[in-house]
């Protein structure tokens, strides 16, 4: 199942949040912590990559910090635009969730508790996505038809 990267922190929180029995909350579990963790990881470590790549150096080869404060350091960007479309485009890339093997029943009871509960959406953004998974999540429950 195709999922553009920026979606993976939202569909994280969204599932985290799904009220679930007790098989339902280990089947959430797995789902985070084998599935979408790891691809939130992956996610991080391109963004910290990507940073990394367009940050200003001072020529000791430190990063250039505009400002700092408690949520952290702004740092001074080469060109900023660039930097921009390159984490638009890195934002748009699709990571993959295995439906397959392993993952198959946990994949299945996932998308069956999305599609059960009611939306917690509460923004027209949120909405959107949430309709984006309800979708993807009703073809992939369509193809397993057999096996449920």
């Not at 797995?30 to 992956?42: H, M, S, V, Y």
């Not at 001072?58 to 702004?74: A, P």
């Not at 890339?93 to 599609?115: C, P, Q, R």
């Amino acid at each position: 199942m195709k999922i553009p990267n920026y979606h993976i922190p939202w569909l994280g929180t969204y599932i985290l949040n799904l009220k679930m029995n007790a098989q339902g909350e280990r089947m959430k579990n797995r789902f985070l912590n084998e599935i979408l963790f790891p691809l939130n990881d992956k996610w991080n470590k391109e963004i910290e990559s990507l940073t990394m790549l367009h940050t200003e150096r001072d020529e000791y080869g430190n990063f250039i910090i505009l400002e700092s404060n408690e949520v952290g350091d702004r740092l001074s960007m080469k060109d900023k635009r660039v930097f921009i479309k390159d984490y638009n485009d890195l934002a748009l890339e699709n990571a993959y969730i295995s439906t397959e093997g392993e993952n198959e029943d946990v994949v299945i009871h996932i998308a069956k508790m999305f599609l059960e509960m009611e939306c917690l959406a509460q923004t027209p953004e949120a909405y959107e996505i949430y309709e984006i998974y309800r979708n993807k999540f009703t073809k992939f429950i369509n193809t397993k038809k057999g096996v449920v």
